[in-house]
Structures are given as C-alpha cells and as structure tokens.
C-alpha cells in the first residue's frame, strides 16, 4: 500500500491540487480522500523521512477518545466516496464495541456468558498489557497501555457505528 498523507503533513504541488479539484469532503476523512484521489489521477505519493511534523498531540484519554470517534465517523466518510476502502480491519473496532455492550447486558441476563466473555476480554487486555511492559519495560507504560487501547477500540467504534447508523437512514447514501 502506498503512503497516504494526511493533511497535518501533506505538501502538495499546486499542479496536483488543480487537476485532482483539491478538497471533495470539506472537514471529516477529507486527507484519506483526498489521497486516494492523487493516486487515483496517476499522482505518487511518498514519505520524506527527513521531514519534521510538529502537531499537538492528545493529552488526556477524553481528548484521545473524541479524537478516534472522530476517525471512526471519517472512515464511514471517506466510504461515501470510496467503499472498497472500508475494510475488515475498520469494522473490528465496531465489533469490540457491540461486544461490550453484549457484554453489559449479559451481566443481568447470563451469568455464565457473562463471566466468560468478561475472561476473554481481560485475556485480551493481560494480552496488551504484557506486550507494553515486555517493550518498554515499564509497568505504568503496560497499565495505559490498557486503558488508551480500550479507548481507541471503543471510541472507534462507536463513531464508526454511529456514523454509518446516520449515514445508511439519513438518505445521504442514496
């Protein structure tokens, strides 16, 4: 797959710009959009490893989990324009997600599913967890490893499902 550039670090030239009609999508997915239109027009893409991007980063978990429900409502986005491009690998965080509130209602309606289903999801957490402090070798590292994932899974999914539940009744897709 080649490099597709997002707008916090893309440089363009503005013969590119021209021919492609620049911006289709004005705010959500517009980059990935944008990128796969370059490509589409015969245009390469690339990374200049050199090159420094500088971009304010998320700081607390609320932040980083406003910033994944926003990629997940831009993947259904981008899939107005492209719907090959969504794939398996954006959908599995909207199954983590179901998951979860599967999860939940078990709790008052299976005890049994319910337990086991809550062993796989901490498997699955343990799993992240000791692959952090094998890594990095620091258990506070390992310990938000586990939380900043469960956010990402989460976050994306639920803009992914919420999105393309607004998408698919809105008529926009139509």
Not at 100 to 108: D, E, K, P, R, Y
Not at 113 to 120: A, M
């Amino acid at each position: 797959a080649s490099f597709e550039p997002r707008s916090f670090n893309m440089g363009i030239r503005k013969e590119v710009f021209a021919k492609t009609g620049g911006y289709k999508i004005t705010r959500m997915g517009e980059d990935i959009e944008f990128s796969i239109r370059i490509r589409e027009n015969g245009y390469s893409t690339g990374l200049i490893e050199e090159a420094f991007v500088y971009h304010k980063r998320r700081t607390s978990l609320s932040q980083f989990y406003r910033q994944l429900h926003f990629f997940g409502r831009a993947r259904i986005n981008v899939g107005r324009f492209f719907p090959e491009r969504i794939k398996w690998v954006h959908r599995l965080p909207a199954l983590f997600t179901i998951g979860c509130f599967i999860l939940l209602a078990m709790a008052f309606i299976n005890s049994t599913i319910f337990y086991l289903g809550l062993t796989l999801f901490w498997v699955f957490f343990l799993a992240i967890f000791i692959d952090a402090w094998i890594k990095t070798g620091e258990i506070t590292v390992a310990i938000l490893s586990m939380a900043t994932s469960f956010t990402q899974l989460f976050a994306y999914g639920v803009g992914f499902i919420t999105e393309g539940l607004h998408y698919t009744t809105s008529g926009r897709n139509k």
